[in-house]
């Protein structure tokens, strides 16, 4: 049986993060993309700002890396790429793609941490520990409504795939990959991207 992780194009275990920490561009960017769907999965129209966000930001990395794909091959020399041609756009989608990463793998985090937790609770905890300092008074209650919109855990769990046994490996790793994808990120835009 095949589970939401089997029809992902890309996952983030599939990104090959070399020994000095560089992310290819366009593994990252289709395993971000196949991210977003997970959002389809929480049922509800509250969540298509959140996706809505993502693709956004999605599409200016892309569009730089279309534009420049030898300067582009990593992330991180995209975004010095970038910033050494007096852009930022691509390098500010980076920066926001990477909150709403950090948002979901906190959020999946929170949740496979607390089986006791519904997801409403698991996603407004993590949205108030990654992305609410980053918005302001208009765009915080959106948020925070799609957090209250949450379906039912074992909802959500039966839509990842029938076999909750292979759903719960499979997200296991895929939240590995995807939480040091992050910290790696964060590291790099803490130092290459102080002005944004």
Same mark, same amino acid.
């Given at each position: 049986?095949?589970?939401?992780?089997?029809?992902?194009?890309?996952?983030?275990?599939?990104? !090959?993060?070399?020994?000095?920490?560089?992310?290819?561009?366009?593994?990252? @960017?289709?395993?971000? +993309?196949? @991210?977003?769907?997970?959002?389809?999965?929480?049922?509800?129209?509250?969540?298509?700002? %959140? #996706?809505?966000?993502?693709?956004?930001?999605?599409?200016?990395?892309?569009?730089?890396?279309?534009?420049? !794909?030898?300067?582009?091959?990593?992330?991180?020399?995209?975004? %010095?790429?970038?910033?050494?041609?007096?852009?930022?756009?691509?390098?500010?989608?980076?920066?926001? @793609?990477?909150?709403? @990463? #950090?948002?979901?793998? #906190?959020?999946?985090?929170?949740? %496979?941490?607390?089986?006791?937790?519904?997801?409403?609770?698991?996603?407004?905890?993590?949205?108030?520990?990654?992305?609410? $300092?980053?918005?302001?008074?208009?765009?915080? !209650?959106?948020? $925070?409504?799609?957090?209250?919109?949450?379906?039912?855990?074992?909802?959500?769990?039966?839509?990842?795939?029938?076999?909750?046994?292979?759903?719960?490996?499979?997200? #296991?790793?895929?939240?590995?990959?995807?939480?040091?994808?992050? +910290?790696?990120?964060?590291?790099?835009?803490?130092?290459?991207?102080?002005?944004?």
């Amino acid at each position: 049986m095949s589970t939401f992780f089997d029809e992902m194009k890309t996952s983030f275990e599939e990104v !090959p993060v070399d020994a000095s920490s560089k992310i290819p561009t366009s593994q990252f @960017l289709e395993a971000s +993309e196949s @991210l977003v769907k997970l959002f389809d999965l929480l049922g509800n129209s509250a969540f298509t700002v %959140v #996706q809505k966000d993502l693709t956004g930001n999605i599409t200016k990395i892309r569009k730089r890396y279309n534009a420049a !794909p030898a300067e582009s091959a990593t992330l991180q020399d995209l975004v %010095v790429s970038e910033r050494g041609s007096g852009h930022k756009s691509a390098s500010e989608g980076l920066l926001w @793609l990477n909150r709403g @990463l #950090q948002f979901t793998a #906190q959020a999946l985090r929170e949740t %496979v941490d607390h089986p006791e937790l519904e997801l409403t609770k698991t996603f407004t905890d993590a949205y108030n520990k990654t992305l609410t $300092k980053y918005h302001g008074m208009l765009v915080r !209650p959106v948020f $925070k409504l799609a957090m209250k919109a949450c379906p039912y855990r074992k909802d959500f769990f039966a839509k990842l795939g029938a076999d909750q046994e292979k759903v719960n490996a499979q997200l #296991q790793v895929w939240l590995e990959a995807l939480e040091k994808i992050v +910290e790696i990120l964060l590291g790099f835009m803490a130092v290459a991207c102080k002005d944004l």
